[in-house]
């Protein structure tokens, strides 16, 4: 990802950028991993959000993410966002994200400003996942599900917002390439999903940044 200039959101830009697409069809993350396992289960995958929590914090905006639990069947012990499976009493993919995010880190929907929808991203474990943009509106003490999440941790947006942060790598798996983002913020490794998430998001800020 290199050659592509940093940029620095505030809130307003923010805000700026998902106002003036709220009418727009958001087209499908179109990552390497996430094109690969679009194709290859088809149209049989189960939907899913995560909310992107943007949290105000030592005077600069932060992402705030979790880390799950290290018993958890699918992706033990990564970096990630909070959310899940959506569930009949979900009447949207925003009420996904923000019912999940309560139960998993005690986030009050109240507190969430929501600003909008990033695109879709497959996933290895069958999952078609929406992300949710939202504001932390207050600061808050999180409160764990520990069955899900050991930890929460914030980074920078602003290093999160730089492109030369990330690379893609390359790992073989079930017999074929997978490539996929990542980076390492203060020994912190983001990577798979929630990394190319991150980088979707820098794509859609820094089309309204030129």
Same mark, same amino acid.
């Given at each position: ?15 700026? $950028?998902? @106002?003036? /697409? ?5 087209? %499908?993350?179109?990552?390497? &991993? !996430? =094109? ?34 290290? $018993?958890? @069947?699918? /992706? ?5 966002? %909070?959310?899940?499976?959506? &569930? !009949? =009493? ?121």
């Amino acid at each position: 990802m290199s050659k592509r200039p940093a940029i620095k959101p505030t809130q307003a830009s923010l805000r700026r $950028h998902f @106002r003036a /697409h709220i009418s727009s069809a958001v087209e %499908p993350i179109r990552h390497p &991993e !996430s =094109v690969a396992f679009k194709t290859r289960f088809k149209g049989r995958y189960r939907s899913a959000a995560v909310l992107v929590p943007i949290i105000q914090q030592d005077q600069q905006l932060q992402l705030l993410l979790t880390q799950r639990a290290e $018993h958890l @069947r699918h /992706h033990p012990g990564q970096i990630s966002f %909070p959310g899940g499976s959506i &569930e !009949s =009493v979900d009447n949207s993919l925003e009420a996904t994200a923000l019912r999940e995010s309560h139960e998993e880190i005690g986030l009050e929907q109240h507190n969430v400003e929501l600003l909008g929808r990033l695109g879709d991203y497959y996933t290895v474990s069958g999952y078609c996942v929406t992300p949710v943009v939202g504001l932390v509106k207050h600061a808050f003490s999180p409160t764990l599900d520990a069955s899900e999440v050991s930890r929460t941790l914030t980074v920078p947006l602003n290093f999160l917002m730089s492109p030369d942060n990330f690379s893609l790598q390359e790992v073989l798996y079930d017999n074929e390439m997978r490539r996929y983002f990542s980076t390492e913020y203060q020994s912190e490794k983001i990577w798979g999903v929630t990394a190319g998430i991150i980088v979707a998001l820098y794509e859609a800020l820094l089309a309204s940044h030129r």
